[in-house]
């Protein structure tokens, strides 16, 4: 396995992008950014991938329109991957790890705003026994929270300290869009908005980019003093009907985290979009009580489609290039409910590096 | 003024699937007012069946029936419906166990509050009078008439007994529609804008200085955010052109007629419109046209502005003026 690192991060995050759905004028910055962390220009780049969705743009090839942003003469070695920006970095991280190259440039865009967020969603479901009752995002976690408030796995009051948290969190956070912690009286004194949440328990309709650069060895040495070397990444995926999971767990987190070393992890950067996710994936990633999750506020303050996913991937990053971690882990989600589930270790060391397909 | 301009958008499609063996069981179970389940190899009883055994891989074979009354295991309240959904008042989405079955099937619940929502009570299935074979052959769950539902529904779980019918469902029609706020770009909003009051606008990247007409965010060249407007000529030349022979849904135009790449004088980059007032055999590459637009009063921020390209009456441009726009 080649050391590989993530080197640049930059990202947007906001409650209506006023501008248009393949977020071109929005990526040039973001890029702009990266290309800055890192003193490369566009021709240093080795591979290129995005994360997104033309379900979001409303309209066909918007992953082609967006390529712009980046610049194609001469011709560039680009992917696109019809998923969160965490699964474009693990396209890109096996992409290095073939040798072919040894930077890469992900990103990630979409306007959730253009549409009904939570409707338009209704099509990554089972098009056949699914998507024709149109059953929205929240209403879906909202069937997973009540299984695990009637199993008696969590309550409300769990769920709030969960929002309070990441509200409070959002404070340091300039990119979140939902930010300020009250108390826990005061989140559950809020009336219920999909029983058994309430608006905090749901993440923000959020639109917005985000960009993450990848460099093997000594490229990635040549940028950064602490790179965050990705020393594991695995994922796995459950059923996606309803009926044919147990929604109080989510066995294919528990899986990708049985893949990789957990020891020593200081942060979890969770992607967790509804506040009892968060309470599923303590639990299937058997993180120890002193872990530090979601110091940037998680989801629940800000959530661009398609991008949530890698930021926290870049979060955990940042904290160990800035020395405040020495091993974090990030995770990823998509689908129903927790349906997919991608997760990583970063480390100020090298080595260990491990798959999740062994 | 908004910085850029905005319009609603429809994005429909009916998709035909072919059901396959199992849904289509399923289906065909539904129209006739049966919920069929599927036995996995581990014992469960799954509605709906899925289509391979998650142990062995193995497609579904075994199917049962099971009844249309059951005990909600799960549920949450649609405070806020949205279109498509199976009501457009407020309503509950529940996890239902029909009684025979092990796992529990997604559906409506048709009640008037959450009040009325417990997890475990039971609840049955409602019937759509007409039904066709699809999901939404079943209208809705709701509470169970007389309290625990035993009434004249198949016993639970019967094995076998697969019914045979004369025309089983094997294709289903799902509609898909979804309703987006489409904003243009800043560039293509100054673009929509600049053809409202007649004029052709385009974008110039700082770095090449390749002129972009529609305008672009940035330089697919190099990447660039371009800067600097620019006004383009009327007039241009064809680079390349398709005669259109087929009649399509919607189409405006009775065929054949011309749809060509138009390079406006001083754009970079060739520009999509019909070429009439010319018959269509006539159109070549090299030729030179110019923008016929509309009355005036029935302009609005739209490329439709513009009628059509005809032909200026100019000698061909020479090739080597648009070679390097092909």
Redesign the interface.
Known sequence: MRDVAVVGFAQRQMQDFDGSPTCVELLVPVFKECYEQTGWTRRDIGFWCSGSSDYLAGRSFSFVQAVDAIGVIPPVNESHVEMDLAWAMYEAWLKIQTGEVDTALVYAFGKSSAGVLRRTLGLQLDPYTMTPLWPDTVSLAGLQARAGIDAGLWDEQAMAEVALRSLTDAEKNEHAVRRGGSSVPELLARPLYADPLRKHDCAPVTDGAAAIVLAAGDRAREVRDRPAWLSGISHHIDPMSMGTRDLTRSPSAARSAAALDLTGVDVAELHAPFSHQELVLHRELALADDVRINPSGGALTGNPMFSAGGIRVGEAARRIWAGESDKALAHATSGPALQQNLVCTLGAATGSTTGGHR | M???LSAP?T?AFD?T?S?GPV?GR??TGLRDGVLVAGRTTDG?V???P?EYD?VTHEPTTEFVEVSPVGSV????????P?????FDRPFA???VLLDGAT??????LDVAS?AEVT?GMRVQVRWRAERTG???DIEAFEPAADGDGDGDERADGVPGTPRTTLDPVTR?V?P?A???????????SAFYRGLAEGRILGQRCPTCAKVYVPP??????????TTDEVELAQTGTVTTFCIVNVPFLGQRIKPPYVSAYVLLDGADIAFLHLILEVPAEEVRMGMRVEAVWKPREEWGTTIENISHFKPTGEPDAAYDTYSQHL
């Open positions: 908004p910085r850029t958008v994005v998709y699937r059901t849904l399923f289906f469960e799954v509605v709906p899925p998650p295991t799960s549920w949450t309240w649609v405070s806020e949205v279109a498509g959904q199976p989405f529940a996890l796992r529990p099937f997604l559906h409506a959450p997890t699809s999901i939404t289903i799902t898909v979804l309703d987006y706020t489409y904003a243009a770009s800043p560039e293509e672009r965010s940035a330089c697919p060249a190099d990447g660039t955010p």
